[in-house]
């Protein structure tokens, strides 16, 4: 994606200088209203996007966005980077805020798909079963089509003990013979 270079870069400057300011909760806490009001306001979107409109403008919007929900520290961030012309960055900054975060804080994400609602117990069991070294966010998906079993994701890695996986596999298996 074009940009994402630029968004982990700012991302980064505004984690240290949270950091440095001692304001690194309410950062994040203003990146997840950042983020959370970009995806549900497409026309939000559309105007940080837009070249016609002027930027003078674009902080206008932003401003009265965001002036009494975010720290003045964000607020200043984001007016810095409508001034420089990469507003249309600022999701992807604040997505990218928030996995930088979550690294600093030693903080995995996994996400575990099931074909039911898991329990609390069954979560904190596998919570409990996975050996990572930090603290576990687990993010719980139902998808009825695997049909039972779960498929975990840690990262990029993946493990699929799924039922319809299983069922796939062994169709694979009788097809080869």
Not at 37 to 46: G, M, R, T, Y
Not at 74 to 88: D, N, P, W, Y
Not at 119 to 127: N, T
Request: hydrophobic residues 40%; contains cysteine; positive net charge.
């Amino acid at each position: 994606m074009k940009g994402t270079k630029s968004a982990i870069r700012y991302a980064q400057s505004l984690l240290s200088l949270s950091i440095e300011k001692g304001v690194l909760e309410e950062a994040k806490a203003d990146m997840v209203l950042v983020r959370s009001v970009c995806a549900e306001n497409h026309e939000l979107e559309l105007m940080l996007q837009s070249p016609i409109i002027k930027p003078e403008k674009k902080q206008s919007v932003l401003k009265a966005v965001f002036e009494n929900s975010v720290s003045d520290l964000s607020l200043q961030f984001i007016h810095l980077i409508t001034e420089k012309g990469r507003e249309r960055l600022l999701p992807h900054i604040a997505t990218s805020f928030i996995e930088l975060y979550k690294t600093h804080k030693g903080i995995v994400t996994v996400q575990v798909t099931s074909a039911l609602t898991l329990s609390q117990a069954q979560k904190d069991a596998i919570a409990a079963d996975l050996k990572i070294n930090g603290t576990i966010e687990l993010v719980e998906k139902v998808d009825p089509k695997i049909l039972g079993g779960m498929i975990i994701q840690i990262g990029d890695k993946r493990f699929d003990a799924s039922i319809a996986k299983k069922i796939h596999d062994l169709k694979f298996d009788i097809s080869k013979q």
